[in-house]
């Protein structure tokens, strides 16, 4: 009987990034789920209140509808056990009939910054870690091996108190081959980009009126485009951008990377966008500390995915990583 792999999605990035991984591994059986959760936390999710995570409605929603449009083999919450490897995009919540399995993490992108919550979470760690957002990426330990984007983030994990020898550096999908972006239909070219971060949605603080005005200072006479995060409230966005930027464009949908592509300048707060326009050459602006992001710029191989699924085909056919 072939063995069978159970992937774990999220976001639309870590959903497509799983398919991709998937893609590779076409010997195995596999499912995909969208992100799930148990107890207490599946009321949370009934009632709307962790809608600002990956479990929320609207996520799992869109991460199913994606995988219903492909034609991938689902299996909700993973009910068709068991299975030889999981394969996630998060461990900052461990689902519980997986806890134990062979698992595989993969980087979904930038991480969240240390805020107050980060500090309060590892220093009281009965807390739940997605208290802190995926600002914890990599700390349960319960994975035998983490993919990480970039030597740079290989590092950077270490420093958190990722075990460096369950980090394998492979690149990660979506972010290994920025190039690919340039060759796109967006119809507008050579503009300032904003994208925008979904901090209020998480429960962080935001002070957007002067990320806009920030964005519409930078600009100064070229065409201002704001890019809104899927997760944001579209209405309150578009209001305050029609405030403080009249004349901005706004697009809560499209591809971002491909906005990136035929920008001059790229502004970010805390995004996964910033890698994309450093590994792109762009003059990008975030909160984070632009040295180290051009540290943690992912890998250009083109392969991660085919990286990723090598490691997972290693674990399935042997009892040891070599």
């Not at 997605?130 to 994975?143: E, I, K, Q, R």
């Not at 009126?209 to 409230?233: C, D, N, T, Y």
């Not at 890698?275 to 050459?281: N, P, S």
């Amino acid at each position: 009987m072939k063995k069978k792999i159970f992937f774990i999605c999220g976001s639309m990035n870590q959903t497509t990034q799983m398919h991709q991984i998937a893609g590779h591994l076409g010997d195995y059986d596999h499912a995909f789920s969208p992100f799930y959760v148990h107890g207490f936390d599946a009321f949370l999710k009934k009632v709307g209140m962790i809608e600002f995570t990956i479990a929320g409605n609207k996520l799992a929603n869109r991460c199913r509808d994606y995988l219903q449009d492909q034609g991938l083999p689902m299996d909700e919450k993973g009910r068709n056990r068991p299975y030889d490897l999981v394969v996630t995009c998060s461990d900052v919540y461990l689902q519980k009939n997986i806890r134990g399995d062979r698992m595989v993490l993969v980087q979904e992108g930038i991480t969240d910054p240390e805020s107050f919550m980060f500090h309060l979470v590892n220093r009281f760690r009965f807390l739940p870690l997605w208290f802190a957002g995926n600002a914890l990426t990599g700390l349960s330990d319960a994975y035998e091996v983490f993919c990480v984007a970039s030597e740079g983030y290989r590092d950077f994990f270490i420093k958190k108190g990722v075990r460096a020898e369950k980090i394998v550096v492979t690149g990660i999908p979506n972010f290994d081959n920025c190039r690919q972006y340039a060759g796109n239909t967006f119809p507008y070219k050579n503009y300032v980009l904003a994208c925008t971060s979904a901090l209020r949605e998480t429960l962080q603080f935001e002070n957007r009126k002067a990320f806009i005005r920030k964005a519409v200072e930078i600009a100064g006479p070229r065409q201002l485009i704001f890019k809104l995060h899927p997760s944001e409230k579209v209405r309150r966005a578009t209001r305050e951008i029609n405030t403080y930027a009249p004349g901005a464009m706004v697009f809560s949908t499209g591809n971002a990377e491909e906005m990136i592509a035929n920008c001059d300048v790229l502004i970010t707060r805390f995004s996964s966008t910033a890698l994309v326009g450093l590994a792109l050459g762009k003059e990008t602006h975030s909160d984070f500390n632009m040295e180290e992001m051009r540290r943690l710029t992912p890998i250009q191989n083109g392969s991660a995915a085919l990286n990723i699924a090598s490691v997972c085909r290693r674990l399935l056919e042997s009892e040891d990583l070599c």
